[in-house]
């Protein structure tokens, strides 16, 4: 859900995961979704837009492994209420070429040449963003998967300004922005230099086969771990 002031959205995300720090997120935060491999990073990222889509807010992805349709498709079903017309995704498995696309459904899609594409998901994303205004969603999320494959096509610095520059962006749209990546994957220094770009975190890690959570820098402490 999102409550709009005059000024600004302000995201309640605690339907799916119940932490205080996570009742008042403003629009234009960055959040990272960090933990390790398979510990449902994606799957929480998009818990987080079809939260959103059920309460009519646009929705937008940007996936670099699966593939446009299953990704909205799977934001659809989670999100019964949630229309076509208001959901989008930037495909970054493409053919080399840049182009955007209404599918049969009502959804928006924009391909993309590979995850390292950097100006063409920006300009999907531009695009995205524009079709889901016209369509009447004037405040939405937004979730990138996985920043760790577009780490493997180019450098972070590269990463970490890309992601700084998407704030400044949701920021004007009204959004609130998802980003996942796989803290396993990476040497400390990327993880410490990719950080730098985002409001908050939430961590995730698999405690004695349980999936457990917490949630730093959006409000005072960190918060303890809890399960989800």
């Not at 994606?42 to 309460?55: H, I, K, R, V, Y």
Request: one cysteine or more; aromatic letters at 6%.
């Amino acid at each position: 859900m999102s409550r709009s002031s005059d000024t600004e959205a302000v995201y309640d995300l605690t339907d799916v995961l119940e932490f205080d720090a996570l009742e008042s997120v403003r629009s234009g935060s960055n959040i990272l979704v960090s933990g390790p491999a398979m510990s449902g990073k994606e799957d929480l990222a998009l818990s987080l837009l079809a939260d959103g889509a059920s309460d009519g807010q646009g929705t937008l992805a940007v996936t670099t492994g699966d593939s446009a349709m299953n990704v909205i498709d799977d934001v659809l079903e989670r999100a019964p209420d949630g229309g076509p017309s208001t959901v989008s995704a930037v495909d970054c498995r493409g053919d080399g070429s840049r182009r955007g696309e209404a599918t049969e459904s009502g959804s928006y899609v924009y391909h993309v040449s590979s995850p390292g594409d950097l100006t063409g998901i920006g300009i999907g994303i531009t695009e995205c963003l524009e079709y889901l205004h016209n369509n009447g969603a004037d405040s939405g999320r937004f979730a990138l998967t996985s920043l760790s494959t577009m780490l493997t096509y180019t450098d972070r610095k590269a990463v970490f300004k890309f992601c700084h520059v998407l704030s400044s962006r949701f920021d004007s749209a009204g959004y609130l922005g998802v980003f996942t990546i796989d803290s396993s994957a990476h040497d400390d220094q990327t993880l410490q230099v990719i950080k730098q770009a985002f409001d908050g975190m939430i961590e995730i890690r698999d405690n004695d086969s349980r999936r457990e959570a917490r949630v730093l820098g959006l409000a005072g402490q960190p918060s303890d771990w809890r399960e989800f």
